[in-house]
């Protein structure tokens, strides 16, 4: 049972990498994906979340209107589209699998997270 992150890298100012979140060993049939971010020397960050239940995404303000959630259940990953990159974006970025009640926003509900990815580190510069 594991979730494994990929799609990090060096990247451009203004640049729009996709990162996936692969689950394996189980299924995202009744979970909500969240992805955090952490830069270094600061706090890990809760960024953005998706519910597979309805696929209601939320996002922190931070990063909405650039990044964007989506689920592909065929292949049990989720993707997290980042686009117009900033340098300040540089962090490891993490997906956690949590089991949110139905109706209940899946950012910042930290009690239900259940399983972590190991991160991508994801770097914007010149």
């Known amino acids: 049972v594991q979730l494994v992150e990929s799609g990090g890298g060096l990247v451009q100012p203004g640049g729009s990498p996709r990162l996936s979140c692969a689950a394996s060993g189980f299924t995202l049939d009744y979970y909500s994906i969240n992805w955090f971010r952490q830069a270094p020397g600061k706090d890990r960050e809760e960024i953005s979340c998706?519910?597979?239940?309805?696929?209601?995404?939320a996002y922190v303000d931070s990063v909405k209107g650039r990044f964007s959630l989506s689920i592909d259940n065929a292949k049990n990953t989720v993707y997290l589209q980042m686009n117009s990159l900033k340098p300040e974006d540089t962090a490891v970025y993490y997906c956690?699998?949590?089991?949110?009640?139905?109706?209940?926003?899946?950012?910042?509900?930290?009690?239900?997270?259940?399983?972590w990815g190991q991160g991508t580190q994801v770097t914007v510069s010149d």
């Open positions: 998706i519910m597979n239940s309805d696929g209601s995404t």
């Open positions: 956690a699998a949590a089991r949110v009640p139905y109706g209940t926003n899946c950012l910042g509900n930290y009690a239900y997270l259940e399983l």
